[in-house]
């Protein structure tokens, strides 16, 4: 599906239980115990692995200390409490690309990819993102979720090319999209050993994306 599908549709995207919630809660109550449950589970894949906690019925339980009925009141799996953690994320990390995009000078097109290279290389050394994203610990869901997200902030980063028209005037969605899901894959590559991030691929990441849009850009 594609993003403009999901959002005219109100499709897996928009749809208030678009992550791994089974309905929403409504009480002040059921929030807060949903957000113990949420902390309990990003504490809990970081020291363990998301294997182990798929994989085990009882672990979120017995952490969270969370009654079973009350647990699976709200989600069915302890895959799906990380489905809606990931879902969570995407969304945070949307509103963060935004601001940071929004928050450069304008002074020079090179500052777009500076605030999308320094926005990845901050939220992929949470330790969280490193488990969920860099060793792709995603279900078929959050996947879907996650390609929505990457249109968005394609949107988001050509919007801000525009506004150094006419340089830009024909850069398009589908090669800022490109660009997103590049600067994706290099980051997996760059904090797939060092939890710091390899500077090196780092900066090979910038030369890319430099190059990459300067060959759009009309002379």
């Known amino acids: 599906m594609t993003h403009s599908a999901a959002a005219k549709g109100g499709g897996p995207w928009k749809h208030q239980l678009a992550g791994g919630l089974r309905k929403k809660p409504l009480q002040e109550r059921s929030r807060t115990m949903v957000e113990h449950i949420l902390r309990t589970a990003a504490e809990v894949v970081v020291e363990v692995g998301y294997e182990a906690v798929v994989g085990s019925p009882t672990l979120l339980l017995e952490r969270s200390g969370i009654s079973?009925?009350?647990?699976?009141?709200?989600?069915?799996?302890p895959e799906r409490v990380l489905?809606?953690?990931s879902y969570q994320k995407i969304q945070q990390s949307i509103a963060g690309i935004d601001s940071a995009l929004r928050g450069r000078s304008g002074e020079d097109w090179t500052e777009i990819i500076d605030a999308l290279?320094?926005?990845?290389?901050?939220?992929?050394?949470?330790p969280l993102i490193r488990e969920l994203w860099v060793r792709q610990n995603l279900t078929a869901r959050v996947r879907e979720l996650d390609n929505i997200a990457i249109g968005e902030i394609a949107a988001m980063t050509l919007a801000q090319f525009r506004k150094h028209a006419p340089l830009f005037a024909d850069l398009s969605e589908l090669q800022c999209r490109v660009a997103i899901h590049t600067l994706e894959r290099l980051c997996?590559?760059?904090?797939?050993?060092?939890?710091?991030?390899?500077?090196?691929?780092?900066?090979?990441?910038?030369?890319?994306?430099?190059?990459?849009?300067?060959?759009?850009?009309?002379?």
């Open 188 to 219: 997996q590559l760059a904090f797939s050993e060092d939890p710091d991030g390899d500077l090196a691929i780092i900066h090979e990441t910038r030369v890319i994306l430099v190059e990459y849009f300067a060959a759009y850009a009309k002379r």
């Open 68 to 77: 079973r009925g009350s647990f699976y009141a709200f989600f069915e799996t």
């Open 117 to 126: 290279v320094d926005y990845y290389t901050t939220e992929h050394r949470i």
């Open 83 to 85: 489905d809606e953690l």
